[in-house]
Nanobody
Framework: QVQLVESGGGVVQAGDSLRLSCAAS????????MGWFRQAPGRERETVAAISRSAGRTYYADSVKGRFTISRDNAKNTVYLQMNNLEPEDSAVYYCAARNAWAIESLYSAPSLYAYWGQGTQVTVSS
């Protein structure tokens, strides 16, 4: 199985940017489709973005389109989430997740489709 460790969270002001990283180990990273998810207190975990194995396809939640960018570096076994123009509503614990994908361009948006999860990193955006 694959192990995932997120980093890059923090406390920022509205309008600022952050880049989250998720380092994978244990298995061949390029075999996995990846996703970023978030969960705020009292709310369900929601999908933020997803990326296929080759990075040829991406998915974004409507709430982050135009502000967030997901990318991956298969040589570095890392997936990134660049977050620009952050809003207080973006405050949450952010998780990365992996799913073994047979097809190189398969894309998965639902959290239930992912088998492996990191421990999360807190993002707090003040107004």
């Amino acid at each position: 199985q694959v192990q995932l460790v997120e980093s890059g969270g923090g406390v920022v002001q509205a309008g600022d940017s952050l880049r989250l990283s998720c380092a994978a180990s244990g298995r061949t990273f390029s075999d996995y489709a990846m996703g970023w998810f978030r969960q705020a207190p009292g709310r369900e975990r929601e999908t933020v973005a997803a990326i296929s194995r080759s990075a040829g396809r991406t998915y974004y939640a409507d709430s982050v389109k135009g502000r967030f960018t997901i990318s991956r570096d298969n040589a570095k076994n890392t997936v990134y989430l660049q977050m620009n123009n952050l809003e207080p509503e973006d405050s949450a614990v952010y998780y990365c997740a992996a799913r073994n994908a047979w097809a190189i361009e398969s894309l998965y948006s639902a959290p239930s489709l992912y088998a492996y999860w990191g421990q999360g990193t807190q993002v707090t955006v003040s107004s």
